[in-house]
């Protein structure tokens, strides 16, 4: 997928009332798979348009004032109500929100800081979730395994791995690395993910993250360790 940015600066809104037909905006769509097809389909009738492998929302992302659109994880498909949804990244310049109210759901990037949103279609209207609160009053209360692995997903910078096969120029540095998972515990989830920290100069080690997900849809990290690290020093501004 790549998007082709633009550096204008919009206005925030929760909701569409009226917009301009620009052309901003251009996710480039390799391969679109069922579940990819069931959410453009959606969000077609919602404002988007399609151009033969391409889906525009330049209007979606002229509205919210995100800089890229990009498709949600397929954890996200555990959430209930099943929604479509997207990703609106929204940039931070000098430490201030481009948007009036400076809020975001997961700061992401390094020199360049943005704020990763979400905006999801709701019977034929858009609706821009730009808080922890906004995605739990939408989705909570987190009552499966599912729908906790979305919850710390949406809600976190860290994923999903499936399997043990060691990442490409890595090496294993602990026995621990067991898959992805989810368990219940008193009422709650304990949710198995990871995280690779990529800003600065270092060999950029994954880790094993364990979060607790509440019915209530708070995330809290409980616990972090090495799993995989490199020879290789990278530096990423």
């Known amino acids: 997928m790549v998007v082709m940015l633009s550096s204008r600066i919009y206005q925030d809104s929760n909701k569409i009332v009226s917009l301009p037909p620009i052309v901003l905006f251009v996710v480039f769509i390799s391969a679109i798979s069922a579940a990819d097809a069931s959410l453009s389909s959606e969000f077609l009738n919602t404002g988007c348009v399609i151009d033969g492998s391409r889906l525009n929302c330049s209007r979606l992302a002229e509205h919210f004032a ?18 479509p949804i997207v990703e609106c990244y929204r940039r931070i310049i000098d430490g201030v929100d481009r948007g009036s109210d400076q ?9 360049l800081p943005a704020y990763r949103n979400y905006i999801v279609a709701i019977n034929g209207d858009f609706r821009l979730i730009k808080s922890k609160e906004e995605f739990a009053a939408l989705f909570a209360p987190v009552q499966s395994p599912e729908e906790a692995m979305a919850f710390a997903v949406a809600l976190t910078d860290s994923f999903p791995l499936y399997d043990r096969v060691v990442p490409q120029g890595y090496f294993a540095v602990s026995p621990a690395a067991a898959p992805s998972s989810i368990e219940e ?20 080690p994954y880790y094993a993250v364990d979060y607790l997900v509440t019915k209530e849809g708070n995330v809290t990290e409980l616990s972090r360790w090495m799993v995989y690290d490199s020879n290789n020093q990278i530096c990423f501004d």
């Not at 709650?188 to 100069?201: Q, S, W, Y």
């Open 103 to 111: 809020k975001g759901l997961v700061r992401v990037g390094c020199m």
């Open 185 to 204: 515990k008193n009422g709650a989830f304990a949710v198995h993910l990871f995280d690779r920290p990529i800003c600065g100069c270092s060999t950029h």
């Open 66 to 83: 995100c800089y890229e659109i990009s498709n949600a994880s397929e954890a996200l498909a555990g959430l209930d109500p099943q929604l």
